[in-house]
Nanobody, 127 residues
Framework: DVQLQASGGGLVQPGGSLRLSCAAS???????IGWFRQAPGKEREGVSCISKSDGSTAYADSMKGRFTISSDYAKNTVYLQMNSLKPEDTAVYYCAAVGALGPCTVVPGNDRLYDYWGQGTLVTVSS
């Protein structure tokens, strides 16, 4: 069975950094890992994604330059490095996966394409 486990959330001051991890297991096919987040009272939104088949990455516009997605497939882990964090980045962050080849995209609503979801990890940006 495919399983995803997100970790690394916590409390950080504005301007600080966190690195989230998504440990994946059970895959027998190429896949895309996406990071999503949901703030209180808001809809879930895409953050970033990475494709195992070609290594391509994508980001939501508001995260470009601050967040970096990377992978260590030897450890079956995808990371989300988050820098220059802002209070509006406070949310529960989820990693998700879908069997796919080729580049991934971050567009509104494409969370519906993902078949597998990990539990969330809470990121709180506050002084």
């Amino acid at each position: 069975d495919v399983q995803l486990q997100a970790s690394g959330g916590g409390l950080v001051q504005p301007g600080g950094s966190l690195r989230l991890s998504c440990a994946a297991s059970g895959f027998t096919f190429d896949y895309v890992i996406g990071w999503f987040r949901q703030a209180p009272g808001k809809e879930r939104e895409g953050v970033s994604c990475i494709s195992k088949s070609d290594g391509s990455t994508a980001y939501a516009d508001s995260m470009k330059g601050r967040f970096t997605i990377s992978s260590d497939y030897a450890k079956n882990t995808v990371y989300l490095q988050m820098n220059s964090l802002k209070p509006e980045d406070t949310a529960v962050y989820y990693c998700a996966a879908v069997g796919a080849l080729g580049p991934c995209t971050v567009v509104p609503g494409n969370d519906r394409l993902y078949d597998y979801w990990g539990q969330g990890t809470l990121v709180t940006v506050s002084s």
